[in-house]
Nanobody, 123 residues
Framework: VQLQASGGGSVQPGGSLRLSCAAS????????IGWFRQAPGKEREGVLC????????YYIDSMKGRFTISRDNAKNTVYLHMNNLKPEDTAVYYC?????????????????WGQGTQVTVSS
C-alpha cells in the first residue's frame, strides 16, 4: 500500500495550487482521506478531511472558503484545492487514509500516510 502526495510548489500570495493524493494497493473511495500540514517548528495540523461513505467534508475554520477537497474515484485520487494562499500556509502537506473520519484530527489517526509535498507561499 502506498499513498503519494504531489503537486506542491512555490506560489505568490493569493495564488492557487492543487495537491493530489494518489494510491496504489488501496481503493481510496472506501477510506476517509485527510490532508495535514506541518510548518517548520510547528506541530502537524489537520487541514481537511473527506469521509468515506457520504463524502462529508471537515475543515478547520481558517481553511473555510479557501481550501476544498474532492475525489476522483476513477483515478483513485483525492485532491486538495488551495486558493488565496497565504504565507502562513507554507508547510509540508501530507495525505493520510483511514477507515473512518472519526477523530481525524487526533494523534494516531491515519492508517496509511503519504510522503509530504512542500508548499511555499512567498512574494
Amino acid at each position: 500500500v502506498q499513498l503519494q502526495a504531489s503537486g506542491g510548489g512555490s506560489v505568490q500570495p493569493g495564488g492557487s495550487l492543487r495537491l493530489s493524493c494518489a494510491a496504489s494497493g488501496l481503493t481510496l473511495e472506501f477510506y476517509a482521506i485527510g490532508w495535514f500540514r506541518q510548518a517548520p517548528g510547528k506541530e502537524r495540523e489537520g487541514v481537511l478531511c473527506i469521509g468515506a461513505r457520504d463524502g462529508s467534508t471537515y475543515y478547520i475554520d481558517s481553511m473555510k472558503g479557501r481550501f476544498t477537497i474532492s475525489r476522483d474515484n476513477a483515478k483513485n485520487t483525492v485532491y486538495l484545492h488551495m486558493n488565496n494562499l497565504k504565507p502562513e500556509d507554507t508547510a509540508v502537506y501530507y495525505c493520510a487514509a483511514d477507515r473512518s473520519d472519526a477523530g481525524w484530527r487526533s494523534r494516531g489517526w491515519g492508517r496509511y500516510w503519504g510522503q509530504g509535498t512542500q508548499v511555499t507561499v512567498s512574494s
